[in-house]
């Protein structure tokens, strides 16, 4: 059997005692290890995690919640390693985010910040990381972990993956993402150990759990930054001498934006200047690609790869090149060709899955989630829901390009790569059902909003009432604006405010003299 030992080998195991790993900041000192110190580090953390967890009944599951650190991988395979299952938990959850998720896993303990209160044992994972030496009494590998998503109105899900479906996927994903040629020329002038990826994403998601197993098993140096600032990681790119980063697409627009504030002119020759010529290959976590960014990388020739996928998929189904062709002359729905060796088709209108076409896409394959957690137990995902996963993502297959349409459900995918669910965040603000004869969640500009309308009694107070609210969400969650409008708000053909219709009153309307007066809920409810 596959377990998890499979994954920490893959990544950590195939390399000399003294190559170097991980590099990063203590202070301002900067420290490196090796991977004979990282492998004695996993085993010590396990020795520690293992007398906190004397008297849990193996195979339990426990939550990790920390913000991504050079350690963070040790806390996760020290527990793997004593026989615990582990699950992915938000570092910025909030208190009913973690009761939720806690009765969802039927957790035993959740290794968590020092100092924070859970509805179980608190294992602090800066006392775990502390330890020095020590090796666990007992190893005996676990072969299942899990990504929790949303969770903070009452609906998180734990997406499951065993070990050997993990194990499949990354090696799968590592070799396409090595074997494409623009990573190729992205690094035609370096050497492996000159390959360096600076760690950005929080660990927790999928892509951001995926990046050391795909890059740091290939035998790239994971290098973190100071801290998660934008002047810290375009400090390091330029001075740590990075080749590749991955992040979201908000990510990316604010560190572009320093090199064009700072160098001026934007040209090939001037970003190699200021972030140096190593610096060539970049990844995307996200679905349609903006047309800004894509003139922007075809203006400075530079390798970047925009990945198309959810949780459940590993995080990719389909991988284009911004600097491809394809994606400079095509349209900004070019989402590019099949990742991670899914078979794809998308749902015809008469419900059949065709492999060509325009519909919701749907795969099949090995490298899909295996199920889900409910009450502390395992749930098939095939024996619940079939072979094929359905994405909910419209799109078109013509050929071996795929383009993406647009949604099939009420989800916002944000340009900070968060999944919002508007039922959940038309639940977070009720308080509007008594005060607003109609309103609704949409997305605008990459961002979630409200939209509200009829007549409003002491708007003012209310939009205060609103920023409260806003400012209780976590920070990815919260609305942008609220938008208020004086017209009734379109209906579907069940009488219920037409979400989609909403929006796309929203993008006609902006810039325009209309009838919506825009509040800045993040700004303390200014009005614009």
């Known amino acids: 059997m596959i377990t998890l030992e499979t994954m920490y080998e893959d990544a950590y195991g195939g390399f000399s005692p003294d190559y170097p790993l991980v590099e990063y900041y203590v202070d301002d000192e900067k420290r490196l290890m090796y991977a004979r110190d990282y492998r004695v580090k996993t ?28 350690l963070w991988m040790t806390v996760f395979y020290g527990l793997e ?55 666990p009494s007992s190893v005996a590998w676990e072969d299942t972990m899990c990504l929790c998503t949303s969770g903070t109105t009452g609906s998180a899900k734990a997406v499951v993956f065993k070990a050997g479906t993990f194990t499949r996927l990354q090696r799968t994903v590592r070799s396409t993402v090595f074997g494409s040629p623009f ?11 000159q390959m360096r990826v600076m760690m950005t994403l929080p660990m927790r998601h999928v892509f951001g759990f995926e990046v050391p197993h795909i890059f740091g098993g290939y035998g790239c140096t994971l290098v973190f930054p100071k801290n998660p600032g934008i002047l810290e990681m375009v400090r390091t790119i330029r001075e740590e001498r990075i080749w590749s980063t991955y992040g979201v697409p908000a990510l990316w627009k604010v560190i572009f934006n320093v090199y064009r504030n700072q160098a001026g002119e934007v040209s090939k020759e001037s970003f190699r200047e200021f972030f140096g010529e190593q610096f060539r290959h970049g990844l995307i976590g996200g679905a349609k690609v903006d047309e800004e960014l894509r003139a922007f990388i075809a203006s400075i020739d530079f390798n970047m790869g925009n990945a198309y996928g959810s949780t459940e998929t590993g995080g990719c189904i389909t991988l284009g ?84 349409l647009g949604r099939v459900d009420n989800m916002i995918l944000t340009d900070a790569g968060e999944n919002i669910y508007v039922e959940e965040l038309e639940e977070d603000f009720a308080i509007l059902r008594d005060r607003a004869e109609q309103y609704c969640a949409v997305g605008f500009e990459g961002r979630p909003a409200l939209v509200l309308a009829g007549a409003l009694s002491e708007v003012d107070e209310l939009i205060e009432e609103l920023c409260a609210v806003n400012g209780a969400l976590p920070h990815y969650k919260r609305v942008e604006a609220a938008f208020v409008s004086a017209s009734p708000l379109p209906l579907t ?36």
């Open 493 to 528: 053909s069940k009488k219920e405010v037409d979400r989609k219709a909403v929006a796309a009153l929203l993008a006609a309307a902006e810039g325009a003299d209309t009838a919506f007066e825009r509040y800045g809920l993040r700004k303390g409810g200014a009005r614009a």
């Open 183 to 193: 990573t190729t020329r992205s690094a035609e002038s370096l050497s492996l150990e």
């Open 43 to 70: 085993k010590a953390v396990a020795a520690f995690l293992e007398e906190r967890l004397a008297g849990v009944e193996r195979g339990r599951w426990v939550g990790l919640k920390y913000a991504t650190h050079p």
């Open 321 to 404: 090149f911004l600097n491809d062709v394809r994606s400079i002359e095509g349209p900004a729905s070019y989402s590019g060709q099949l990742f991670n060796a899914h078979r794809p088709g998308v749902i015809a209108e008469d419900g059949s899955w065709q492999p060509q076409g325009i519909g919701e896409l749907a795969v099949t394959g090995k490298n899909i989630a295996d199920g889900f957690v409910d009450a502390g137990e395992f749930v098939s995902r095939q024996e619940t829901a079939g072979e094929l996963y359905h994405t909910g993502d419209i799109f078109q297959i013509e050929g071996e390009d795929f383009y993406y």
């Open 81 to 135: 390693m004593i026989g615990y299952k582990v699950m992915l938990l938000d570092e910025g959850a909030t208190p009913l985010y973690v009761k939720n998720v806690v009765e969802l896993g039927k957790l035993a303990a959740i290794v968590g910040v020092q100092g924070e209160e859970y509805p179980v044992l608190n294992i602090p994972f800066e006392e775990a990381t502390a330890v020095q030496d020590g090796e």
